[in-house]
């Protein structure tokens, strides 16, 4: 008896030793995975403060001395705050125009019954698996011909096009799981549908709104392909295509290229930071279900 109990000890044992050996392993792959992550940023961020001598000397030393004017020069110089300026306004008007039709098709597709409807909504999925450079020569000869060209608005309707189909996936499957009870009650006390849509479906889908807003800010913000193709005008180009031509002309001057990309990447952290509740609420409540 007593040796099975020996024999019971050690083996609960081991396995004790086993589960801590996994967790402990576990926590070791999340820390290195983290650290990979994090410290690309952190790289870039304490080399915008260096000089362009103290990288070439020492690339992963920390600066000893902190050089703010590599901003002014990224800002200024580089006219990185003009093309700053012009992905902002490019990048919200186009969220906003996305968040109004594709909210308004994602509530008609998900609380009405119509012929073919099923088939409009897969048209709008099938959007998501066209290749932007598959459409570039069509779309430059469209724009050209609606006189486009070197426009703001190329962009803008460019990237509201390209959004329309994430946007309405991530909404539809989010207002199709709302009850529709609460759309037959706002209409049987009097309301019209639209304004039930905007007053009670749109603040019921925050999460998958925020969810929508952050992936067509990312999208629209890096986007390099149509403002390469469309805007030739200096003064209309947006950031990406501005920190290439900066990367072009100061092929040497690393200290302003990083301070840029540091510029470049604060609209994004901070639009992250105020809405991330709402994006995990939205990922976690169906928002992005099939």
């Not at 070791?28 to 304490?46: D, E, G, K, Q, R």
């Not at 048209?123 to 290749?131: A, H, N, Q, R, V």
């Not at 009650?185 to 749109?202: H, M, Q, W």
């Amino acid at each position: 008896m007593e040796n099975v109990i020996k024999a019971n000890s050690g083996k609960d044992l081991l396995s004790g030793v086993g589960k801590r050996f996994r967790k402990l392993l576990l926590y070791a792959l999340l820390c290195f995975v983290a650290i990979t992550t994090v410290y690309p940023l952190l790289w870039m961020v304490y080399t915008s403060f260096k000089s362009n001598q103290d990288i070439s000397m020492n690339t992963l030393a920390l600066p000893t001395k902190l050089h703010f004017e590599n901003y002014l020069e990224a800002w200024k110089t580089a006219r990185i705050g003009e093309y700053f300026f012009n992905s902002i306004l490019v990048a919200v008007v186009s969220i906003i125009f996305t968040i109004l039709v594709g909210a308004s098709a994602a509530f008609i597709l998900a609380k009405f019954k119509f012929k073919m409807q099923r088939l409009v909504y897969t048209s709008f999925i099938i959007g998501m698996l066209i290749p932007i450079q598959s459409i570039l020569v069509p779309l430059f000869i469209q724009m050209r011909n609606f006189k486009l060209l070197d426009s703001r608005w190329s962009l803008i309707l460019s990237y509201t096009a390209f959004g329309l189909p994430m946007a309405i996936f991530i909404l539809e499957s989010f207002i199709r799981d709302l009850p529709s009870e609460i759309l037959e009650s706002a209409v049987i006390d009097g309301s019209s549908v639209p304004r039930a849509f905007f007053k009670l479906i749109l603040p019921m889908s925050r999460p998958a709104l925020a969810t929508v807003i952050i992936l067509s800010f990312l999208n629209n913000w890096k986007e390099f392909s149509f403002a390469l193709i469309f805007i030739s005008d200096e003064a209309k180009k947006t950031l990406p295509l501005g920190l290439y031509n900066f990367l072009g002309a100061e092929t040497n001057n690393y200290a302003g290229l990083t301070a840029a990309l540091v510029i470049s990447s604060i609209p994004v952290l901070i639009m992250y930071l105020f809405m991330q509740e709402q994006v995990i609420k939205g990922m976690t409540a169906g928002a992005v279900k099939g």
